[in-house]
């Protein structure tokens, strides 16, 4: 028989690299020069490092930056993963019968901490250090072959990515493992899409927004 896993929810994308300063600041002087209104500024943010990429293209080469579309601009980290506090349905099937509904509040995980603080090291004064990312609907299975006996659920572990220094409070399920064994990723189905604020942090660790832009 085999341990079969299944979950049912909204799928993160997230993406954590450095862009020049330089890069974003004129990609927020364009946005301002429309319209200087916060909500609209941040949406033309959004809609050009997401979606106009011939327009990063031409921002990121006056800058002196090759742009590649913001999943290829993944420096420091790259993960998917079901946001474990996002409504999310885990069923469980042993091969004894019907799909069983597991706790994922309760589950016990082990956590890998993005940390904003590990990464200022690592970009320059001339740097951003940058979260992006996207939100799916989908369903993921893991399997577990050769499992036998009664599920310990003590025993079932979620990994999970945490992003809370960058202000990201979904915790994103990256794998699941039985007693010390990993299941494997099985399947993996997603739908439908909407993006993540992008989160800009300078060289010393402070939050960035459109008016500190203004004087670069």
């Not at 039985?178 to 997603?190: M, P």
């Not at 800009?200 to 832009?213: A, H, V």
């Amino acid at each position: 028989m085999a341990l079969t896993v299944t979950l049912t929810g909204l799928m993160d994308e997230v993406v954590v690299t450095a862009l020049p300063k330089s890069f974003i600041s004129r990609i927020f002087i364009h946005c301002m020069g429309k319209n200087n209104t916060p909500y609209f500024v941040n949406n033309c943010l959004k809609g050009c490092l997401y979606f106009d990429e011939e327009l990063a293209v031409r921002f990121g080469a006056q800058e002196g930056h090759t742009w590649r579309g913001w999943r290829n601009e993944a420096k420091f980290h790259q993960q998917k993963g079901f946001c474990l506090e996002g409504n999310l349905d885990i069923t469980m099937n042993t091969g004894k019968g019907a799909d069983s509904p597991l706790p994922s509040a309760s589950m016990p995980c082990r956590e890998n901490n993005v940390s904003v603080a590990q990464l200022l090291p690592k970009i320059s004064e001339s740097e951003v250090l940058v979260l992006m990312g996207a939100i799916d609907k989908g369903m993921e299975t893991y399997t577990l072959e050769d499992f036998s006996g009664d599920l310990e659920l003590d025993d079932l572990i979620v990994q999970v990515d945490t992003f809370e220094e960058f202000g990201l409070r979904d915790r994103l399920v990256t794998g699941l493992e039985y007693e010390g064994l990993a299941l494997a990723r099985t399947s993996r189905d997603v739908a439908g899409k909407s993006m993540l604020e992008p989160v800009l942090i300078d060289s010393r660790g402070e939050e960035l927004d459109m008016e500190d832009f203004r004087e670069w």
